[in-house]
């Protein structure tokens, strides 16, 4: 199974602060990686998908890049909706396998 | 709009099984692929497994903690997928959804979950 690491599992920032989020997978997948959102108590909600593409509807604050094993999700100017749980998901291979999770919460 | 509910969620004793559902619309259903994936209280996301749409031969996979103890089918006459588990443990208690590809990626719809509290 690909492993995926994300990093950190949480953090603390203030509003219009730049927040970044590292996910490494455990051997290549290309660029077949998603981001998520997850606010409590709901679904999650894609964001970006092949690595650095925009999922339509989704505020272009939220980016991705990366390829290979290394990947980063930024948020340029956090917004206090974007209070959540976020997570990488590689799907390069079965199983679909999700990263551990970034909880990011106002300073 | 594409929308996924899911059903069939409770309390159930260890050994014991239960059935969810998952019903949609806004898609073109026969051709869907449709996973189920679970978070355990305070938890993060796991892939349970996924059908494919009948176009791509309807074939599941599983992963490998539920692999013989649950069934993915799908009926495209009720546009509804379902998750039949068997032999539950304590530990697949979770909030499970299901999850759709419409889109180029996977997972790119989910429904809202529905909690399977396994107990004795």
């Known amino acids: 199974d690909i492993q995926m690491t994300q990093s950190p599992s949480s953090l603390s920032a203030s509003v219009g602060d730049r927040v970044t989020v590292t996910c490494q997978a455990s051997q290549d997948i290309t660029n077949y990686l998603n981001w998520f959102q997850q606010k409590p108590g709901k679904a999650p909600t894609l964001l970006i998908y092949d690595a650095s593409n925009l999922e339509t509807g989704v505020p272009s604050r939220f980016s991705g890049s990366g390829s290979g094993t290394d990947f980063t999700f930024t948020i340029s100017s956090l917004q206090p909706e974007d209070i959540a749980t976020y997570y990488c998901q590689q799907y390069d291979n079965l199983p679909l396998t999700f990263g551990g999770g970034t909880k990011v919460e106002i300073k | 709009e594409v929308q996924l509910v899911e059903s069939g969620g409770g309390s159930v004793k260890p050994g014991g099984s239960l059935r969810l559902s998952c019903a949609a619309s806004?898609?073109?259903?026969?051709?869907?692929?449709m996973s189920w994936v679970r978070q355990a209280p305070g938890k993060g996301l796991e892939w349970v497994g996924r059908i494919k749409g009948k176009t791509d031969g309807g074939t599941t996979n599983y992963a490998a903690p539920v692999k013989g103890r649950f069934t993915i089918s799908r009926d495209d006459s009720k546009n509804t997928v379902y998750l039949q588990m068997n032999s539950l443990k304590t530990e697949d208690t979770a909030v499970y959804f299901c999850?759709?590809?419409?889109?180029?990626?996977?997972?790119?719809?989910w429904g809202q979950g529905t909690l399977v509290t396994v107990s004795s």
């Open positions: 806004g898609i073109t259903f026969n051709n869907a692929w």
């Open positions: 999850a759709t590809d419409v889109g180029p990626t996977t997972l790119d719809y």
